[in-house]
């Protein structure tokens, strides 16, 4: 099995009561899920980003940036995709990339329970 194609989906909507914490003021709620397609076309992994509060763009540069080293990889061999990946993370242990490595190794684990 081969990966064939990493994308993330965003999702924003309008909170029916807007959430303050003295600072700021949230909204919307924000969700970004990771879907990552084999040349299976039965097994798909989808792994939740969390909620990346910026512009679309940003998020899915990353995603972008990733899946150069992952397409043509087996999914299954998924501890040495996320070392790769979390590896020469020169920007640090949190943020955005964090997140997007985040919902790749989730779809990624995803992957495994349905090879099982």
């Known amino acids: 099995m081969k990966i064939t194609d990493v994308r993330l989906?965003?999702?924003?909507?309008?909170?029916?009561v807007p959430i303050t914490n003295g600072l700021y003021t949230y909204t919307h709620n924000l969700l970004n899920i990771v879907v990552i397609d084999t040349d299976d076309p039965d097994i798909q992994?989808?792994?939740?980003?969390?909620?990346i509060e910026s512009t679309p763009e940003v998020g899915s540069a990353f995603v972008e940036h990733f899946k150069k080293g992952l397409i043509?990889?087996?999914?299954?061999?998924?501890?040495?995709?996320?070392?790769?990946?979390?590896?020469?993370?020169?920007?640090?242990?949190?943020?955005?990339?964090?997140?997007?490595?985040?919902g790749i190794d989730i779809a990624l684990w995803g992957h495994q329970g349905q090879s099982g």
């Open 9 to 16: 989906e965003m999702f924003k909507w309008e909170r029916a």
């Open 45 to 51: 992994g989808i792994g939740l980003a969390g909620g």
């Open 72 to 102: 043509g990889q087996d999914p299954l061999n998924n501890e040495a995709l996320w070392h790769a990946m979390w590896r020469p993370k020169l920007v640090g242990r949190r943020g955005i990339s964090t997140r997007i490595i985040a």
